[in-house]
């Protein structure tokens, strides 16, 4: 067996540390036997998951099974809800989100999220984008230009809007409101984007152009999306968590999951037993 050097085992020491570091960077959210209550209803059952850098996670599973209650837990919307009650730990970038002395603004604006129906602002296209980075103080219009278009391009939608940002968000179509609210929420430069059935209220043109940009986006930023429909989860994911009763069922690489799945319920499920 071959003996290093001093200076070898210097190297390979700092290379351990390296990659080390490089994982550890890399794990954007990860819940620790999370636990949540509506009321009596337990709706989530001690739910484990990492969530990595830039890349695709999906969530799927039947109504009811938990997935958009626990995308909610990821940027604390779901306390909204006055009856909700969570045990375990949830924490983004190595911190716990659920600690007391976590603020919440500053959660959101980290962790972004686009709803299943487009929800644009009664305002202009232009105002709809600049709103986020007024609230954050910034006034100057060159620099909230350059913010709204390069958001508009980043949500790929700024050849179609850029002679039309002072007509009102309404007047766009359900695809290109889903785009403009994709772009909303990059102008606050985000690092996670949490997508709740972005699709689901689309026609199959706008779900393609919304499944490329989502492709596009991850070398940028981390993105978790809830879908119900598979097939569009086994396009564009990385990772896909199958849900059931509250329940993480299965977890893997989208591949494995949609071609070897470990448990006989994640293959009832994907290959429409049942849901």
Known sequence: MAVLSDSEKKNVTTIERSEKSVDKKSVVYDTKDLNLWYGGDHALKNINLSIHQNEVTAIIGPS???????????????????????????????????????KV??????????????NPFPKSIYDNIAYGPRIHGIKDKRILDEIVERSLRGAAIWSEVKDRLKENAYGLSGGQQQRLCIARCLAIEPDVILMDEPTSAL?????????????????DYSIIIVTHNMQQAARISDKTAFFLNGEVVEFDATDKIFSNPVDKRTEDYITGRFG
């Open 64 to 102: 009811g099974c938990g997935k958009s209650t626990f995308i909610k837990t990821l940027n604390r919307m779901v306390e909204l809800i006055p009856v909700v009650r969570i045990s375990g730990d949830i924490r983004y970038r190595e911190k716990s989100i659920l600690d007391k002395s976590y």
């Open 105 to 118: 603004e500053d959660l959101r604006t980290r962790v972004g999220m686009v709803f299943q129906k487009p």
């Open 203 to 219: 026609d199959p043109i706008s779900t393609l152009k919304v499944e490329e940009l989502i492709q596009d986006l991850k070398k």
